[in-house]
């Protein structure tokens, strides 16, 4: 313990989760919850009811299977654990590409890559949008004001942040017989490399509110590369942005970026999110078998080897990512919609 590096990590964990603590106590004490948005305020004794009211799985989705822990505000507007959703959460050079690919091979999983961190952007446009003086549900005699409106159902805007995401990945534009049906049973999913690129410690609670209230209905992974020099000097290689940075500065900005997705992953839970080292499981595709088990995929569903999907490999198609792309799962691989 003696590793400097060590030492650091210590210090910001420890630093994390004193000021965490704080703003649970805080909150707890004023017992007011803020709406995910940013918009109108509850009392925590009217959440938690509306909570035991409509805690519950909608949509036919075996609750022991994708999404057993949400909670799911149904509503006349919007049913947001209809859709279920894989997320990869990650940052840049750490086989996220390679990951997000050997995902799409599943059965009903539907992949996507970079979206130029659209999560950040619904989340700060409905912060922008659902602020004083608007409100979800105005007093008796204000519906036909200046910001007049009928009543909005807490938890409305999943539905539409999700048909974004579903949008930016939509499924092959071809009829097929079953097709429609088939399309909305996927899995729909995507990488992200930018989430935690710009913010802080203190920002992660809030995007994990944000997530959990409009994807209430996903699964992520959380993939970072502990080899952080090895991380930073491919940055500088490989992206332009990072090119004429000194390396030290280099390494010490992975190394933050790295201690948010492990607290994402905290505060998450073990049964929403599962962990992932790029730099084991490229080296010992086991570990990543085992994440895909986690899912909930038959043991047929696994990789006899890491795939390859990078610039290098798409341009030198008769090497890896030939075979990446002649890669076919096995046909006895399903989903389990319920436990072995």
């Not at 909570?51 to 057993?68: E, L, N």
């Not at 390494?251 to 790295?258: F, I, S």
């Not at 610039?311 to 691989?333: I, L, N, R, V, Y």
Request: glycine share 6%; with cysteine.
């Amino acid at each position: 313990m003696d590793d400097p590096k060590w030492k650091n990590r210590v210090s910001v964990w420890n630093c994390a989760c004193l000021g965490l603590l704080t703003s649970v106590l805080v909150v707890l004490s004023t017992d007011q919850w803020c709406h995910p948005s940013g918009g109108t305020m509850m009392t925590g004794a009217v959440q938690r009811k509306e909570a035991a009211i409509s805690t519950r799985m909608s949509g036919g989705i075996d609750p022991k299977s994708w999404c057993p822990q949400a909670i799911c505000r149904d509503s006349a507007l919007c049913r947001p654990c209809e859709r279920r959703f894989l997320i990869i959460v990650t940052s840049g050079r750490t086989a996220s590409t390679t990951l997000t690919w050997m995902m799409d091979l599943l059965p009903g999983v539907r992949m996507s890559g970079e979206n130029n961190n659209v999560i950040q952007t619904m989340k700060s446009a409905l912060q922008r949008t659902l602020r004083h003086p608007f409100k979800l549900e105005l007093p008796k005699g204000q519906e036909k004001g200046a910001w007049g409106h009928n009543p909005i159902p807490y938890g409305s805007f999943a539905c539409p942040t999700q048909a974004i995401i579903e949008t930016l990945n939509p499924p092959p534009l071809r009829q097929e017989p079953n097709g429609t049906q088939q399309q909305q049973d996927d899995i729909v999913g995507f990488k992200t490399i930018r989430l935690f690129r710009n913010n802080t410690m203190a920002h992660v609670p809030g995007i994990v509110h944000f997530l959990k209230e409009h994807f209430p209905c996903a699964r992520y992974l959380v993939n970072y590369r502990s080899d952080v020099l090895a991380q930073a000097k491919s940055q500088a290689k490989n992206l332009p942005a990072y090119r004429n940075q000194d390396l030290g500065e280099g390494v010490a900005l992975v190394q933050a970026e790295t201690d948010r997705l492990r607290l994402f992953h905290h505060f998450m839970g073990n049964g929403t999110a599962y962990l992932l080292d790029s730099s084991e499981w490229t080296r010992n595709v086991t570990i990543l078998n085992n994440a895909i088990k986690w899912l909930g995929f038959h043991s047929n569903c696994a990789f006899p080897r890491v795939l390859q999907w990078d610039m290098k490999a798409q341009k030198q198609p008769q090497k890896e990512g030939a075979e990446a792309a002649e890669f076919k799962m096995d046909s006895t691989c399903r989903y389990l919609k319920s436990a072995e």
